[in-house]
C-alpha cells in the first residue's frame, strides 16, 4: 500500500516553472540589463573627456617647449611684432591664444576649441638662482571652467 502511495505522489510532482516565477525572472534580468545599459550609456557619454585632456596636455607641453628654448633675456633683436618674431622668454608672457597655434602664429586644424593662456613671472630666487616662472593654462570647455595649468621655471644657465 506504501508503494502505491509513494507511486501516486510522484505522479503529482511538479516539473517546469509557473507562471509567476517567468515573470519574476523577466523582471530581474530586466532591471539587470537596464542597470547594465545606464552604465554604458555613462561611459560611451564621457568617453571623449580623456582625449580631449590628452590633447590639452599634448597643447601645453608644445607652448612650454617653445617657450622653455627661448633665451632668458631679450637678446636685442627686432621689435616682437608676433610669436613668429618671439626670441626670450618674457615675450610670451599675456600670450593668449584661443586655439592652438603653431610657434608661428598659424592656426592648428581641429584644436581651435581650446583656448591657451601663458604667464611669465618676474625672476624670483630659486634655489639660489634667479628663475622665472612659466604657467601654461589650457581651457576646453568640457573642463567645467577648472583649466588645466602646467608650470615650470626658467634659469639663466648659459
Known amino acids: 500500500m506504501y508503494a502505491e502511495m509513494k507511486k501516486t505522489v510522484s505522479y503529482f510532482r511538479q516539473t517546469g516553472a509557473t507562471l509567476i516565477e517567468l515573470v519574476a525572472a523577466i523582471v530581474v534580468i530586466a532591471v539587470g540589463v537596464g542597470g547594465l545599459m545606464l552604465a554604458i550609456t555613462a ?3 564621457h568617453s571623449a573627456d580623456p582625449m580631449i585632456t590628452e590633447q590639452a596636455i599634448g597643447i601645453a607641453q608644445t607652448y612650454m617647449e617653445e617657450i622653455m628654448l627661448q633665451a632668458y633675456t631679450d637678446p636685442g633683436g627686432p621689435v616682437e611684432l608676433g610669436r613668429a ?3 626670450d622668454v618674457d615675450d610670451y608672457n599675456g600670450l ?3 586655439g592652438a597655434r603653431d610657434q608661428l602664429g598659424n592656426p592648428i586644424a581641429g584644436l581651435g576649441a ?5 604667464t611669465v613671472a618676474a625672476p624670483a630666487l630659486l634655489n639660489g638662482e634667479l628663475a622665472k616662472q612659466i604657467d601654461v593654462s589650457i581651457d576646453h570647455a568640457a573642463f567645467a571652467g577648472i583649466p588645466l595649468t602646467l608650470t615650470s621655471f626658467r634659469t639663466n644657465y648659459p
Open 96 to 98: 593668449n591664444d584661443v
Open 85 to 87: 618674431d618671439f626670441d
Open 114 to 118: 581650446y583656448t591657451i593662456v601663458v
Open 43 to 45: 561611459t560611451g557619454r
